[in-house]
């Protein structure tokens, strides 16, 4: 059984930072930490989820939506099992429910072949809301 669990989401002001992390617990052998892809994406208020940043397995690769480039950083410790979200800059329109995901690949993250998302684990998600 794998759980992914965020934490960090909250209430922040337009211009502020703010770092989510998402952190899994497994049981059994169905899932390697170190050997799957993780990311996040979001949905917001009255709108479908969408990809926001996803790395590899090995921490080697990653790639972002256009929109939050240079804005949003991923990043991972296959140590503590866990893959972080730095956010800077925040605006009105990064509010939403922002969903951890895992996934044997990181093409798992790209829809842009087969037009779907190839996600084996998703996190209940955690709400961050940025204040103009």
């Known amino acids: 059984q794998v759980r992914l669990v965020e934490s960090g989401g909250g209430l922040v002001q337009a211009g502020d930072s703010l770092k989510l992390s998402c952190t899994a617990s497994v049981s059994g052998r169905t899932f390697s930490f170190s050997n799957s892809a993780m990311g996040w994406f979001r949905q917001a208020p009255g709108k479908e989820r969408e990809f926001v940043a996803a790395?590899?397995?090995?921490?080697?690769?990653?790639f972002y939506a256009d929109s939050v480039k240079g804005r949003l950083t991923i990043s991972r410790d296959n140590a503590k099992n866990t893959v972080s979200l730095e956010m800077n800059s925040v605006k009105p329109e990064d509010t939403a429910v922002y969903y951890c995901a895992a996934a044997a690949t990181i093409w798992g993250f790209s829809a842009s072949v087969s037009g779907t998302y190839a996600i084996d684990y998703w996190g209940a998600g955690t709400l961050v809301t940025v204040s103009p």
């Open positions: 790395i590899s397995d090995g921490g080697g690769s990653k």
